[in-house]
């Protein structure tokens, strides 16, 4: 099982802000990174390092952390934003990598 | 553009092998470590294993630790995974992607996922 813990699930209504979790122990040494899937689809990167965004994200995708815990957040959600999102980061070796469980996002 | 594309998918009986691929273009291959990642059916991502730019250094997750070997081919711009003694728990989608890293705070590194092929499936049945 991961040890980075995400809610399996969030709802969102169109146009308001989501925030989504993630926590583990390593999020207090590593920084994560945050990737959306659509379904049928292979993951794309949204977030990376303290709040970066490769081209092509929209800046209402931003990210934060605090102790253990990333953050992920989506400040004004479209419909296109509705996918499962998971973090990941280094567990506590180092040398490992580790996915959190995923969160389903619905916008409604 | 950066490509990277699997094969080698298929459906194969308990305690078979497969050998997956992914040939990578539009970037120097040589320069990124490489990583496979799997999703089971209505799963979440799984990360399977690492692979260093020059092949010096390798990981594994702990469930596929003497059954599954990464390596690469970086003259012929390829990334790898030999997959032994399959189990019906390793059906999943097995994608690969690429890892950038940098470094930051007097020599911390940070690398993350930024390129994902499209997978190929890996069915284990009997």
């Known amino acids: 099982s991961s040890e980075l813990t995400q809610d399996p699930a969030v709802s969102v209504a169109l146009g308001q802000t989501v925030r989504i979790t993630c926590q583990g122990d390593s999020l207090r040494s590593y920084y994560a990174s945050w990737y959306q899937q659509r379904p049928g689809q292979a993951p794309v990167l949204v977030i990376y390092y303290k709040n970066n965004r490769p081209s092509g994200i929209p800046d209402r995708f931003s990210g934060s952390s605090s102790g253990n815990t990333a953050s992920l957040t989506i400040t004004g959600a479209q419909a296109e934003d509705e996918a499962d999102y998971y973090c990941?980061?280094?567990?506590?070796?180092?040398?490992?990598?580790?996915f959190g469980g995923g969160t389903k996002l619905t916008v409604l | 553009e950066v490509q990277l594309v699997e094969s080698g998918g298929g459906l194969v009986k308990p305690g078979g092998s497969l050998r997956l691929s992914c040939a990578a273009s539009?970037?120097?291959?040589?320069?990124?470590?490489m990583n496979w990642v799997r999703q089971a059916p209505g799963k979440g991502l799984e990360w399977v294993s690492s692979?260093?730019?020059?092949?010096?250094?390798?990981y594994y997750t702990d469930s596929v630790k003497g059954r599954f070997t990464i390596s690469r081919d970086n003259a012929k711009n390829s990334l790898y995974l030999q997959i032994n003694s399959l189990r019906a728990e390793d059906t999943a989608v097995y994608y690969c992607?690429?890892?950038?890293?940098?470094?930051?705070?007097?020599?911390?590194?940070?690398?993350?996922?930024?390129?994902w092929g499209q997978g190929t499936l890996v069915t284990v049945s009997s």
């Open positions: 692979i260093s730019s020059s092949g010096t250094y390798i």
């Open positions: 992607a690429r890892r950038e890293t940098f470094t930051y705070d007097s020599g911390s590194y940070y690398s993350y996922f930024d390129y």
């Open positions: 990941n980061s280094r567990d506590s070796s180092g040398h490992l990598r580790e």
């Open positions: 539009g970037f120097t291959f040589s320069s990124y470590s």
